[in-house]
């Protein structure tokens, strides 16, 4: 357990970094009128945006982590105990929330706020879900991540269905968003503000369909 945890924590965090450098690029790009604002912005997404954006993505995948190793001895049958997996989620939930930054940056009092909060916590539970099952392969010759996923999901289709499950909930939350703009709302104060334009948000949800894609033929070149 402690090898597959490894293995997917590595790759998500390398996911995250590269998601990260994409946003940069994306957000130096839209503020380069001038050198001075091509100066300015890459040193304000170096030592302020980049750390608190990576700050808490990185602990809700430590929560997401975490919260699967509890369910790996609830599951039976290639399920988790659906009793055990509510419990957890109504404890570990919270936290997870309050890193979220779809729901920091939304208007809790915008009637859109629970149906993204709705959308939140499924994305949560569908996480546990796959990353328990990831975590429990007990295959003792797996030494790499591309070895972990091809024990657990043998075929680019098995592994393409678990990541639609993800990306339907974060689909469905560019909807929610593109259906009620007014709801985000950023304090100045807050690092992310000078973000706050939807479309980077939209940009963002494209790399990361395509790094996918990307990952997948990597997974599996043998299916093209």
């Known amino acids: 357990m402690k090898r597959n945890y490894y293995l997917l924590k590595h790759q998500l965090l390398y996911l995250l970094d590269s998601g990260l450098d994409f946003l940069k690029r994306e957000y130096v790009k ?33 929560f997401i982590l975490n919260s699967g190793l509890l369910c790996i001895n609830h599951i039976d049958d290639g399920a988790v105990d659906p009793d055990y ?56 010759d797996v030494k790499t991540y591309i070895q ?8 680019k289709k098995e592994s393409q269905e678990a ?12 909807d929610c968003f593109e259906r009620h703009l007014q709801m985000i709302t950023i304090p100045f104060y807050k690092p992310t503000f000078n973000i706050r334009n939807f479309q980077f948000v939209r940009v963002c949800y494209e790399f990361a369909i395509n790094i996918v894609d990307e990952q997948l033929n990597e997974l599996y070149p043998e299916e093209g």
């Open 85 to 140: 997996l509510d419990k957890i989620i109504e404890q570990k939930y919270p936290e997870y929330a309050s890193n979220d930054l779809s729901l920091l940056h939304s208007s809790n009092n915008h009637p859109g706020y629970s149906e993204l909060q709705m959308i939140s916590r499924l994305t949560f539970r569908i996480a546990i879900i796959q990353t328990a099952y990831i975590l429990s392969c007990q295959d003792p």
């Open 148 to 155: 972990l996923m091809k024990k657990i999901f043998p075929t």
């Open 30 to 62: 839209r503020n380069s009128e001038t050198t001075f604002m091509e100066f300015t912005s890459q040193n304000y997404y170096d030592f302020i945006l980049k750390d608190y954006i990576r700050k808490k993505i990185k602990n809700q995948i430590s």
């Open 163 to 174: 990541l639609n499950l993800i990306f339907s909930m974060f689909g469905q939350m560019m």
